[in-house]
């Protein structure tokens, strides 16, 4: 594609772009590296060059190839030769519900205009969503002239590669390294709630709702130390109803790192009095150190009896059955997107977390807070005012 004279089909001063979108920078790094040897040390290629950049090369047929992290905002505009999803199954994002979908859906449109574009997605298979197993789910063993999924082990591509060791391998974790050498889906991993859903909940354009003396309201902590990757976050909920049957989130607070702890757990407590909240509800985190501080600013802290699953798992039939309200929240969004449910092997007990390398530290308090709310509908109830 790079050698293709493209000028017919481009404006002047248009670029046609051949990109490489990679899960981080780090890796985009990685991947550049390959790409600037590839055509430097080619005596074909190299005269080709007219330009080396920070991201990639340009090249003196009008043609640039990039390579950057998977962030779909840096698509628009351009005008795609080629686009390479690279490890899109592993793609996440706190500023994206799905970032795989939002980049397939910004490069489509960049590249109708050049009649013989492609994208290509290559990946190692993760869990049973997003654009790499639909794709395969739709187009895998079906005869399509647009469309061609290709998928086979670790050894089919590279045969050199040690049957001894992918056998060990197996052994020691089936799912992981099925997935990793076999090129199965996982079996174990799920995801927690549909975009749909989710998406469903959100009131557009309500960001934070005002505190009103005649509701009671409820708190729920994620405290965190703030100096590491975790946010502190502070979610507060009620319900309401004609029998208080539907649960609305009010307020979101985060912490993100570095911050003050102490100075954290006195805002969190402020944003709870001006709610009427006296008591919140916590993570087990650091022993008694969040009930200390709290205490200093007249807020009671006690401690979750219910874990972060089953706090989850409360929490999904008020989504799914749309009796949630949930604030328009980019972060919480995807947070809650990004939530997997993983059989422990072994025992088959059911978790639900964050997926590795990243957080779920606003959507568990969102979570707590909503599912807390009940106790306030139990509190009406008990003074008659249901």
Known sequence: MALTDHTKYLRPGETGVICCLAVTKEQATIVLKYIKASFLENEYLAPLVAAETADGLELNNGIEILVLANKFRSLRGRTILCAILDECAYWRSEDASDPDVETYAAVKPAMMTLPDS??????????????????????????????????????????????????????????????????EWRRDISAFVSPEVVQSAVVSGRYELAPRPDVQYMGFCDPAGGSGADSMTLGIAHCEGAA??????????????????DSAVQEAAATLMKYGVTRVTGDRYAGDWPGERFREHGIAYMASEKPKTDIYKEFLPLLNSGRTALLDNQRLVSQLIGLE???????????????????????????????????????LAWRGML
């Open 118 to 183: 492609m994208l290509i997605a290559i990946t190692t298979v993760y869990r049973k969503s997003g654009i790499a197993y639909d794709k395969w789910a739709k187009y895998y063993g079906t005869d399509d002239p647009d469309v061609l999924v290709i998928k086979a082990t670790s050894r089919q591509y590279n045969p050199l590669l040690s049957q001894a060791f992918i056998d060990e391998q197996l052994a020691l974790d089936p799912e992981v390294n099925g997935a990793e050498y076999l090129s």
């Open 341 to 379: 449910r993983r059989t422990v092997r072994g025992s088959g007990r059911e978790t639900i977390d964050h997926a590795q390398g990243q957080h779920d530290d606003i959507s568990n308090a969102a979570a707590g807070a909503l599912v807390l709310s009940e106790i306030s509908r139990s509190l």
């Open 244 to 261: 208080a049957e539907f649960r609305v989130l009010d307020c979101i607070r985060e912490w993100r790192p570095q911050f003050s702890p």
